[in-house]
């Protein structure tokens, strides 16, 4: 498998994909380089492209008053934003700017569909995908006055994973989903780093045991007291 292959594989969104299946998608995409602070795109702009990250960092702002703006996340190597736009074509509901030098992979909308013609599995991810986001960022919204620590976050994340999605085994809980650690950032909206820093921070803590894309709650108690939640 090449390099760009390999890349594109351990994109959450196109995990599952065979190889068969991911080169065509490679030949769709296109390349574009952003300098720091450059716009990818505005807020209110038109949307029909989907964004992945190959390297630097990009962040997502949504406009206040007085021209002031709000990061609401940030986007490292290996991590999707702007999927939205795939789906529905509507009005940008927030913009994106490079933090540094960036280059980005880009899939128009007119591009996925005719992908999607001939590989439907896409869609089946890219709606499992989307869910997963759109759901935990509903249950972030009680704590957007004072945000809570990555690991908290973390935490939360997982122990309503390990409700919906846990199988006990033998006293610790295994999830039945796989995860990238770029598709857990993505849900959490923060770099990848810092998400990778709280996973490897509760395994220190032997709270959780991550091997590959399998996690398991080694301490569910351990895990609902950093996820704040009441016994």
């Not at 490679?26 to 190959?54: D, M, W």
């Not at 896409?122 to 995908?129: G, P, Q, R, S």
């Amino acid at each position: 498998m090449s390099s760009g292959l390999q890349f594109l594989h351990n994109v959450s969104l196109f995990a599952n994909l065979s190889t068969s299946e991911l080169d065509p998608l490679a030949q769709r995409l296109a390349v574009r380089r952003f300098r720091p602070g450059e716009r990818i795109f505005e807020q209110g702009g038109p949307s029909n492209s989907l964004y992945i990250v190959k390297s630097g960092l990009v962040k997502i702002i949504v406009a206040e008053s007085e021209g002031h703006t709000h990061t609401v996340a940030e986007f490292g190597p290996g991590q999707v934003f702007g999927e939205f736009a795939l789906l529905d074509g509507l009005p940008r509901s927030a913009g994106a700017v490079a933090c540094e030098r960036s280059e980005l992979l880009i899939l128009t909308r007119p591009e996925f569909f005719m992908y999607l013609e001939q590989h439907p599995t896409v869609a089946v991810n890219l709606l499992v995908l989307l869910s997963r986001r759109l759901r935990f960022a509903l249950q972030q919204t009680e704590h957007e006055e004072a945000p809570l620590p990555t690991i908290n976050r973390l935490a939360h994340l997982l122990y309503d994973l390990a409700e919906r999605y846990g199988v006990s085994d033998d006293g610790r809980i295994q999830l039945s989903i796989r995860l990238t650690q770029g598709e857990i950032a993505g849900m959490m909206g923060c770099p990848r780093s810092e998400a990778q820093a709280a996973i490897e921070e509760l395994q220190q803590q032997e709270i959780i045991e991550v091997r590959g894309l399998q996690i398991t709650i080694r301490n569910l108690d351990g895990l609902r007291t950093a996820a704040g939640q009441p016994d």
